[in-house]
């Protein structure tokens, strides 16, 4: 199935983060931070049980948060920290060393349009990718530009 991202509205519902609902209103970064200090350690059922939602073997749940992003399935949860701007620098940094080594060496520096769709489709189905900054969520990267560089990974390997 599609995983399932919470929304803030949802978010802000959850018994355990009322206070932050109250306090900070319906800012998805305080609210995704303290559902997944919640639920890390807890299973996806509990999570469905506070919020009224029906939830079975098939349903995956994403919270994402200024800390990272939490997927919630039934057979276990998937923590990614988000990362450091020190790590989206040296990732960035990495890309733009390989990018010109390629350039220098006469070898194509972006991927054919066909290539680059593809990735983009894996990123706008990947519970990981920041629909409302177009970025992906565990290396920081731009994805429209990420995904044109012959010289990028996706780091989860989620790419075709
Ligand atoms: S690069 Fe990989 S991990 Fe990042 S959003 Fe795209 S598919 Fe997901």
């Not at 450091?84 to 990495?94: D, E, H, T, V």
Request: proline residues 4%; charged residues 20%.
């Amino acid at each position: 199935m599609m995983a399932h991202s919470l929304s803030s509205e949802e978010l802000a519902r959850l018994p355990a983060c009322a206070a932050i609902a109250a306090a900070k209103g319906l800012d998805e970064r305080y609210l995704g931070d303290c559902a997944i200090r919640a639920f890390q350690g807890r299973h996806i059922v509990d999570i469905c049980e506070a919020l009224g939602l029906a939830c079975d073997i098939s349903t995956e749940l994403v919270i994402q948060g200024g800390i990272g992003t939490l997927i919630m399935r039934w057979g276990g949860n998937q923590r990614t920290l988000a990362p450091s701007l020190l790590q989206q620098a040296a990732g960035a940094i990495a890309t733009a060393a390989a990018t010109a080594g390629r350039a220098l060496t006469g070898r194509p520096v972006t991927v054919d349009a066909e290539t680059r769709d593809r990735r983009l489709a894996a990123c706008q189905a990947c519970p990981l990718w920041r629909a409302a900054e177009d970025r992906c969520g565990a290396c920081g990267c731009i994805t429209r530009a990420k995904a044109a560089l012959a010289a990028s990974r996706c780091p989860e390997g989620r790419w075709p």
